[in-house]
């Protein structure tokens, strides 16, 4: 089995930043793809970045130019650093995994718990 879990969430004021942590853990051979997801309250899930196991990301428009997404393959951690947060930008934070589990052929997919980011003054 696989663990995610994310740290790092908080209250911030608008303009702030924060950044964001989700390690995994078990028994694992290899990660590939790492992602970041929220999820804002009355709304579906949404992409918010995304890095393959080579550092090569993807944004949604939303966040282009103010968050950043980067990883620690050596520690199995995804980073999201969050700047110029905006009140929008308010929901809980999900980070996922593509995860090849040692004595396994095929990776799945696995998720953090999530935590929460609050954008208020």
């Known amino acids: 089995q696989v663990q995610l879990v994310e740290s790092g969430g908080g209250l911030v004021q608008p303009g702030g930043s924060l950044r964001l942590s989700c390690a995994a853990s078990?028994?694992?051979?290899?990660?590939?793809?790492m992602g970041w997801h929220r999820q804002a309250p009355g709304k579906q899930r949404e992409l918010v970045a995304t890095?393959?196991?080579?550092?090569?990301?993807n944004y949604a428009d939303s966040v282009k130019g103010r968050f950043t997404i980067s990883r620690d393959n050596a520690k199995n951690t995804v980073y999201l650093q969050m700047n110029s947060l905006k009140p929008e930008d308010t929901a809980v934070y999900y980070c996922?995994?593509?995860?090849?589990?040692?004595?396994?052929?095929?990776?799945?997919?696995?998720w953090g718990q999530g935590t929460q980011v609050t954008v208020s003054s």
């Open positions: 078990g028994s694992i051979f290899r990660i590939y793809d």
């Open positions: 996922n995994a593509d995860v090849r589990e040692a004595g396994r052929l095929l990776s799945r997919d696995y």
């Open positions: 890095i393959t196991r080579g550092s090569s990301t």
